[in-house]
Structure formats: C-alpha cells, structure tokens
C-alpha cells in the first residue's frame, strides 16, 4: 500500500461514482491523506467497499485504503465535502447533478472525472456541471490524461492533468489529488483538456477496429498520428490550444489507450474489427464505453465548424454497419488528390480547420449550395 502523502491531510472530500475509474480515483485521494467518501449508486456496492474494502466487479485483487469510506446515500457522501469528484458514464451526470445538488455545499469545487460528451446535447461534462448546478466558473475543474484505472490501482506510478479556467481551483485539487504514485499537473484549458479524453476514446476505437481486422503496426500508427490532427484540429476550432493534444490529455491518453487492452473504447473497436454487430458489443462490454455515445455528437459538432475528421466518421460508418472494418484503414483523408501532411505548423494557430472551412462554404457556393462530400486542401496548402 502506498505511503499517505505530504499534502492536505485530512481534507474532507467526495467521490461521485463507484465504478473503476471512480473507486481508484477515491483511493489515489485517500492514499495522498485525503479523508474520501465514495458513493456508489448501489448498496451492495457500497457495503463491499466500506466493509472489505474491495470493488470485486470494478477492481479484481486490488485492496482499497483502510480509511476509504462509501455509502449509497448521497447526502451522507456531499456532507462537508470541500471538493467533489464526480465520476458516473456521461449520458447519466445530468441527472446525477440533480439529484446532488441539494447536499452540495455551496463553496464546494466540483471535478469531472468523466471522458464523453452528452449524446442529446453535444456539451462537455463541464458544461453539463455549469448548467445544473449553482456555483461559479471558477469552482469547476476536469481532471484527464492516461489513467487506465487498473494499472493506477496497482500503483504504477501516472501522471494526468488538473484544468480549470482558476488556475488556483487547478492548483487546490491537484494538490489534493496526488500522492506517491500519482501526480497531477495543472492549466487552465479545459476546452482541450476535456475534448483530448473525449477524442482519444474514438481514436481508439479506430485502432480496436483495425487490430480486429487483422492489421499490423504500421496502420495503427497511421491511425494515431492522423487521429492526433483530427484531434487537434477540432478542439483548436472550439478554442482549445494546441499545446494541450499534444500533452498527457491528448497524445499522452491517445497512446496509453491505443495500445492497451485494458481499454474499454480499444477492446469494443476489437470486437468491432471481427465481425460483430454493434448491438452485440454494447451487449459483451461490462463497462462503460464513452466513445460508442460520443461518435455522433462529436461528428455534429465538427460539421458545426467545418472540421474534417476522416478517422471518426469511418468509425461511425463501421458502427452503423455500412462500412466493413477491412476497409477502414486506407481512408485516412476524404481527398483524393494529394494533401500536405499537416502536422503541427498550420493546424497549431487554429489556421487549417478555417482554412478549409471557408473553402468547403466556397465550394458549396459554386456547387449551388450542395455539398461537394470532399475535402478541399489542395497539395500545397
Ligand atoms: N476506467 C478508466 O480507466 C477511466 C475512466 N474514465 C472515465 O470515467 C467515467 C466512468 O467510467 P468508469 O468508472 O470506468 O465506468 P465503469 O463502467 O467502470 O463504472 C461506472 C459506474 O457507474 C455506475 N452507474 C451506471 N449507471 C449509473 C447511473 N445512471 N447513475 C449513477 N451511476 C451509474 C455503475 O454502476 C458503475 O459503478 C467515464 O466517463 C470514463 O470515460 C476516465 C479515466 C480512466
Ligand atoms: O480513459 C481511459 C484511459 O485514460 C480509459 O479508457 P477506456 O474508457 O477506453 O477504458
């Protein structure tokens, strides 16, 4: 068991969520001194850890800190909670959020774990918390970057990213959210840092599908690099700043949950890549897999900026069943004509997605307002 922490012994804190993210979230905070209630929706679930302190389903063999609490009511869970990590699957925060905002102490910070965006309104967890609950901007933070929950749940040594737009709100979790194995840098971008944890997950799938196909190391890494762009582009049209998907929330979680099988979004892309249906996968996956429910909103979104994102919108082709995963791979552009590689030089000032923003309205002039369907950067551009 790691050691206790230097830092804020003793803070009184909450977590929302007891699944697997949710249960090690709540041990990376106790194992730093914090004083942690986790709350499960079910009681049963909450008896185990309380009691056993295990999350047998979430968390097989791993042994959970003595002083963790958790409790299935929510009202026990928010009293005197100074910060609130919050950790249920995407489509249900909404609703959580209502339910928790009568025990919520007004000053309290509250923290998105979470890594999908709401499926019927496109918006980002911060979003979703900013609208339900009554608390200022700068008592919202996002916390992401390569966490896959088991491998910090054995202790292997992590390292992720605390955002808010108050750098001292960043700053005051990330000092609680720390300890031996675990350490939380700070910015205040959270546009990027939240869209990087959301678009990893649709990479990842596109690697699932075609490590299901059958393919090699080269197409994946294809997939990777040209992902990052996607990636880039879309969040830098929202505001994001570049430098952020190039950090631990964007290229760092992009290669963590590329490669590994523990992934959820990776290992239901696998499925995908043999041959099974969508239905049949959401039926075999246990856990929750954000970016099944992500694939749409994301693509609207993007369409809403003029950004192109080839990878993601063969995802969702493979999704819908009218795309065979074999073919996948060779569509990394829309173009048919060469393109330049864009990697980080026009794409990092935000100048590409206009760019080709503006040249998609252009030709949906001259085309009588239709839509060409194809991309329109030119080979030297
Ligand atoms: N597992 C991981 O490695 C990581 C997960 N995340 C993110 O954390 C979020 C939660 O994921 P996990 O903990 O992995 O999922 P999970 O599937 O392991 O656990 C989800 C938990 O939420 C509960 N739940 C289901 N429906 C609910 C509802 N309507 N209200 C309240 N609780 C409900 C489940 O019973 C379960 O305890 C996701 O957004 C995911 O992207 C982020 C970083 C790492
Ligand atoms: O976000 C994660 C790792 O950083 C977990 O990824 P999955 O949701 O695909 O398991």
Known sequence: ???????????????????????????????????????????????????????????????LP????????????????????VCVPSQSLRDNLIAAEPHLHAQATVVSLMKGVEKATGHRMSEVIAEILPIAESQIAVISGPNLALEIAREQPTAAVVSSTSLETAQAVASVARNTYFHSFVNTDVIGTEFGGVLKNL??????????????????????????????????????????LSGLAGLGDLIATCQSPLSRNNTAGRLLGQGYKLPEVVNQMQQTTEGLASVGP?????????????????????????????DIAPHLTTDDEPQGERT???????????????????DQLRHGGECSGRSTVSATS
């Open 66 to 85: 003595i002083g963790l609490r958790a409790t299935s009511r929510l009202d026990l869970a928010l009293a005197g909670a100074e910060q609130v990590f």
């Open 344 to 362: 980080s030089d026009g794409q990092a000032q935000g100048g590409s997605a206009l760019r080709r923003a503006f040249k998609r309205a252009f």
């Open 298 to 326: 994301i693509l609207e979104l993007a369409r809403a900026k003029g950004v192109e994102m080839p990878i993601v919108e063969q995802v969702r082709q493979v999704l819908a069943g009218s795309l065979d995963p074999k």
């Open 203 to 244: 990479i990842a799938v596109a690697i699932g599908i075609v490590d299901g196909a059958g393919y090699g190391e080269n197409t994946k890494a294809s997939i990777i690099t040209r992902g990052l762009v996607e990636m880039t582009d879309f969040a830098v049209a929202y505001g994001a700043h570049p430098d952020t």
């Open 1 to 63: 068991m790691a050691r206790a922490g230097r830092r804020a012994p003793g803070r009184r804190v909450a977590v929302l969520g007891a699944g697997s993210w949710g249960t090690t979230f709540a041990k990376i905070l106790a194992d730093g001194g914090a004083d942690v209630v986790l709350w499960a929706r079910r009681p049963e679930l909450a008896r185990e850890i309380q009691e056993a302190k295990r999350n047998s389903d979430y968390l097989p063999g791993i042994n």
